[in-house]
């Protein structure tokens, strides 16, 4: 698995409530899109690009602080993808494995492309080492049985960043959410926020796989309130839904399982 060849997409909008609270909802307003399914995709790492998407922003360690930019962390599960083209039309999505992500994101009011707010230099995203290999992508699979949950640990306390959310959760899932994506990549129009994603992969010489981040969760008051600082540590955990004892994990460093999947990053302020 070669992450850096990888295309990294992520999804907006998949989960109710998320880019009301993130302030990224009027940029939609103009939109013919259907307010009752994601809003659109995004790229955050362009492969084979000289642009600020081009640099591999990705670690299982650490966490960049852009200067005074606000930062907030989005808990999302990634899918290590195959991509399956029919000449330059991407003809399926094939999920393989999945792993816990940080799509941690700059807010701010004047960007005019998503993908302006996502990739900053290098460690400026999340991810988990411990992939877990998907059974079936349906509601009999072994993702069926997981959810998110994130923290921040902040001068001595760990606070709840996002909700602990199941995978269930959300809006699009499964099937669904694989054809919502094969469309959304090879019809979505540059408009608005949005880009046109059949040129991104030409221009990304149309690599076999992608990482797709399904998309972040609502966030508790602590994470809608709290911007992410120098000293913090950062927590994204997918798991067994009926662990409940994820905090107490953290806290005694009990997270190295073969069900879990982790990441803990450490903000540092220089790449």
Avoid at 94 to 104: G, L, M, Q, R
Avoid at 118 to 131: A, L, P, R
Avoid at 244 to 256: A, K
């Amino acid at each position: 698995m070669n992450l850096e060849s990888c295309i990294g997409f992520g999804i907006a909008g998949n989960f109710a409530g998320h880019l009301e609270q993130a302030g990224e909802s009027k940029d939609f307003e103009n939109l013919h899109i259907d307010k009752d399914k994601p809003q659109g995709i995004f790229p955050f790492y362009i492969p084979n690009t000289y642009k600020n998407l081009g640099t591999y922003p990705i670690s299982d360690k650490f966490q960049f602080l852009s200067n005074s930019e606000n930062i907030q962390v989005e808990p999302e599960v990634v899918l290590y993808c195959e991509l399956v083209y029919n000449g330059d039309v991407v003809e399926k999505i094939i999920p393989k494995s999945f792993s816990a992500f940080n799509d941690c994101t700059i807010r701010k009011d004047n960007a005019l492309k998503i993908s302006e707010k996502k990739n900053w230099g290098k460690n400026s995203k999340g991810i988990s080492n411990n992939w877990i290999s998907i059974d079936s992508f349906d509601e009999n699979g072994i993702l069926s049985n997981y959810s998110i949950s994130s923290y921040v640990y902040r001068d001595g306390n760990l606070e709840k960043y996002g909700v602990k959310a199941k995978v269930s959760d959300y809006t699009l899932f499964y099937q669904e959410l694989l054809d919502w994506a094969v469309n959304c990549i090879n019809n979505q129009k540059d408009e608005g926020p949005l880009e046109n994603l059949s040129s991104v992969l030409n221009n990304a010489k149309m690599p076999t796989h992608c990482l797709l981040a399904v998309g972040a969760t609502a966030y508790e008051s602590f994470g809608e309130n709290n911007y992410i600082k120098v000293g913090d540590t950062i927590y994204v955990v997918v798991h067994k839904s009926e662990d409940t004892n994820i905090e107490t994990r953290i806290l005694n460093s009990d997270l190295d399982c073969n069900d879990i999947s982790y990441v803990k990053q450490t903000t540092i302020t220089n790449i």
